[in-house]
Structures are given as C-alpha cells and as structure tokens.
C-alpha cells in the first residue's frame, strides 16, 4: 500500500492519493499539468514536501536508493550510461524470458546506440523489475510501440498486477485505463482529481 | 657578477620591432588584427611596469603585512578567474567562493610546506621566495580547477539523463557521477601532466632560464625547477580532486538526487 499525503512541490500540489497493492491507477491529463513531476516526487527525484510511505514505512526512514528500489519510476524517455546493453542488465536466471516475453530476446548483444525509442521504452521496463519493485511508477509506458508490441507490454504489465504489484500509469491512451480496470484520474494544473466520467463530459 | 647583463628601456623597446612588424603586416593584408595585437602589447606592458614597481616596494619594506597583502590580492585575482572561466556555475557564494577556498587551502599549504621546510629563506615570509612560488602555485592550481570544474558542471548538466537513470534504479549519486567525476579529474590533471611530460625537451621551463641567464649553474637551476614542477603537481592535485568533490557534493544531496537547480548559466 502506498500513501500519498499532501505532496508538494513548488510546481505540482498538494496531492493525496492511496494506493492499494495489485491495483492501477491511471492518470491523465494535457502537457505540462505535472504528471511526471508528480511520478519524479513520489520517487524524491525532486525536492518536495509532504509524506509518502510504503506499506506504513516512512520514506524517509530509508535510504533514498532503497526507496526508489521498491518504488520504481519509470521515464518516459530512459536514460543509457554505457554502450552494450548488457551493461544496464545484472544477468541473472528469468532475464532471458523476460526480454523474449517482450519480443527483444536477443537485445543483450546489442549497442544501445541501435535501439529504436519503442525498443528502449521496452528495455527501461524491464531493467526497472530487476530490483523486484513493489510500485511502478511509468511514464506513457507503451507511447512509442506499435500495436504487437503494446500487446506484449500490456501482457507483462498485467502480470505484475496479478503478482500483486501496484502500478501507477500516466497514458494517453483513454483505453489503456479500461484494459487494466484502472482507476482512472485526471491531472490540470499540477492537481489531482477524479476524471470526468464520458457521460458527464457529453 | 658575472652572468647577469641588465637591460636598458631602450632595449626593451627595440625588441618589439618584430611585433611592429607583425602589426605592419596586419594592415598590409587587412588582417584586423592590429587592435587586439596593440591592446593586448600595451596591457601586457602596463601590467609588468606596474607589477615591477609594486614587488620592488614590497621586497624594499620586506613587511610581512605587505607579503600577505600582495599574496591575497594575487588569491583574489585567481579565484575570479577560476569563476570566469566556466561556462556553468554554482549559484549563491558557492560560484567564487569554491574556487578561491579550494586555491586558499591548497595553495597556501604547498607554499608553506615549500618556504617553512624545502627553500628555507630567512625571514621565511621573504617577499623575494613567497611570492614568486605562490604565484606559479597559484597560476597552475587555478588552470586546473577551472578546467576541472567546467568540465564537470558541463557533464552534469548534459548527462542529467544518464544520472537519473541509475539513480532510479537504485544507485547512489557517488556511483551514478563517477564516470563525470572521472573525466573532471582526467581533464584537471591533463596540463600539469602535459607541462610534466614536454618540460625540458622542447621548451626550457622559464623560471630555470630565468635563472641560466642570471648566471646560475645548469645543474643548481634544473634542482629548482624540479622541486617547482613537483610542488605544482601537488598543488594542482589537491585542488583540483578538492574542487571537484566539493562541486560534486553540492551538486547532490542526502536523497541522492542530482541538483542541477544549484547550477546556473550554460551558454550550450
């Protein structure tokens, strides 16, 4: 379970926002209404206030790389420190399943500097599960993939939930939310709220 | 004695002629040059005439007060420069204030190490040593830091991806900079270890000239060059790893994150 008590930032804020283990939650929202500063604070990627807890255990009370171990934030563009792939990877048994379940079995032999931006939204997926986290926090997770491969996504994601992770998704997508039974929310101005239902909007 | 011709004004002058030459040439060719070329001659003058008269009333009153006073004045001097040379800086004090206190305790500390335990004059402040060396210490040092720490605060600010990647997976901010931590220090260290390497084979380092040419044994002034090499190495050293920690601290924090909101500037 992880609690969200009036977070703040100078730019987004306050927040508060439970969320439940094995649950989704998807937010929405135009550019620029803070969605992923949110996803950076609740990672304490940036100065913020406020209190965030997993599972009752003050963030604070841990280690920031703990932290962001257990609860890990996703970008919408990954970032690469090394050329090989297999640099960003610890090599350990269920990796190659892992890379084959999202259609990128061989990926491990290759440079970074050949990858598609699909293929490296793909790859920073799943070298974020290597710490085995509790939350995900993703950033339009499947923005630049095309349909085959947002399946694939999508499949892995739903198998995380079923583990009993919790996922917190910011997407475009309106049906993304559906396909998840996500909860879904809407963010303007750096606040949360609960999204217009279509009927009420019509 | 008998190495030592002094020089005249009038040959001062006279070995400008080439340099004359030079600016003939730039009008010749409409080089423009002739502007920067005379500015920078004439600066350069001003400077030395002017730096000539204030060491000779200094080594005259041999005060400690005056030695300590010209040696603040060439510190300040030096962390400006060491400010002006980055293309990003920290904000608040911490911009000129790193650099100068980075210089203060490297620098003074090789000095004093040279002066009180190597050279030995009597008094051991004696203006003619003291400020000398402090000022090649000093010249060196600030090379260093500056290359350092731009390159540093550069790195940073272009690699923030990069950083923020491992440090979202978990990794602390001294292993998720180390590969900039590293290229500021190689990029510190690269001049004096350059300087290292060419002394003596292409070039004769112009303090030991200095000394030939006022009569003194080869071998007496290679020894002095060679403490002066070893003590700048030193120095560089210290300061430039001191800079680029302190720099590298500031620019993190206790929840390892990267904060590039401490640095301002950025021409790129």
Excluded at chain 1, 21 to 34: E, H
Excluded at chain 1, 81 to 108: M, N, P, T, Y
Excluded at chain 2, 160 to 174: C, D, F, M, P, T
Excluded at chain 2, 248 to 255: G, I, K, V
Aim: hydrophobic content about 50%.
């Amino acid at each position: 379970m992880l609690t969200i008590r009036a977070l703040k930032t100078p730019l987004i804020g306050p927040i508060d926002l439970t969320l439940a283990p094995g649950s989704c939650t998807a937010i929405s929202g135009p550019s620029g209404a803070g969605k992923s500063l949110f996803l950076r604070a609740i990672a304490d990627l940036d100065e913020n206030s406020g209190n965030v807890a997993l599972n009752g255990n003050a963030r604070e009370a841990m280690p920031a790389p703990s932290w962001r171990r257990k609860v890990a934030y996703v970008p919408a563009d990954s970032g690469w420190w090394a050329e090989r792939i297999a640099d960003h990877f610890e090599i350990k048994s269920g990796l190659g399943e892992q890379l084959e379940s999202v259609g990128l079995g061989a990926a491990l032999s290759w440079d970074v500097s050949r990858l598609s931006t699909g293929e490296r939204q793909r790859l920073a997926l799943l070298r974020a599960l290597q710490s085995d986290p509790e939350v995900l926090l993703l950033d339009e997770p499947t923005s630049a993939l095309d349909p085959v491969s947002v399946e694939l996504v999508e499949a892995l994601l739903q198998r995380l939930l079923a583990e009993g992770r919790t996922l917190l998704i910011v997407s475009h997508d309106p049906a993304q939310p559906q396909r998840f039974g996500a909860k879904c929310l809407r963010m303007e101005r750096g606040l949360l709220a609960a999204a217009h239902s279509r009927e009420a909007a019509s | 004695m008998s190495g030592y011709l002094a020089l005249t004004y009038w040959d001062v002058v006279a070995a400008s002629v080439f340099l004359v030459l030079n600016a003939v040439f730039s009008i010749l060719l409409d080089l423009g040059l002739v502007r920067t070329l005379v500015v920078s001659a004439l600066r350069m003058s001003v400077q030395l005439l002017l730096v000539g008269l204030v060491l000779k009333a200094i080594f005259f009153a041999g005060s400690v007060l005056w030695t300590l006073l010209a040696a603040c004045v060439m510190m300040a001097f030096a962390g400006r420069e060491i400010w002006a040379r980055q293309d990003r800086r920290l904000t608040g004090l911490w911009g000129p204030g790193l650099g100068a206190a980075v210089m203060l305790v490297a620098g003074t500390l090789v000095t004093i190490y040279a002066l009180a335990g190597l050279i030995r004059p009597d008094p051991v402040w004696l203006p003619q040593y003291a400020l000398p060396l402090f000022g090649m210490v000093l010249g060196n040092t600030m090379t260093g830091v500056s290359l350092g720490l731009d390159t540093l605060h550069t790195a940073l600010a272009r690699g923030k991806r990069e950083v923020e990647a491992q440090l979202l997976l978990g990794r602390s901010y001294w292993d998720a900079t180390r590969p900039f931590s590293r290229q500021a220090l190689r990029t510190g260290f690269t001049p004096i270890i350059n300087a290292m390497a060419a002394t003596g084979v292409v070039s004769l380092p112009g303090m030991m000239t200095g000394q030939i040419l006022s009569g003194v044994d080869p071998r007496e002034a290679v020894k002095y060059q060679l403490l002066i090499m070893f003590l700048l190495g030193g120095s560089t050293g210290l300061g430039v790893i001191g800079a680029t920690f302190a720099s590298l601290w500031r620019l993190t924090d206790a929840r390892h994150r990267l904060r590039l909101d401490r640095l301002s500037g950025g021409s790129s």
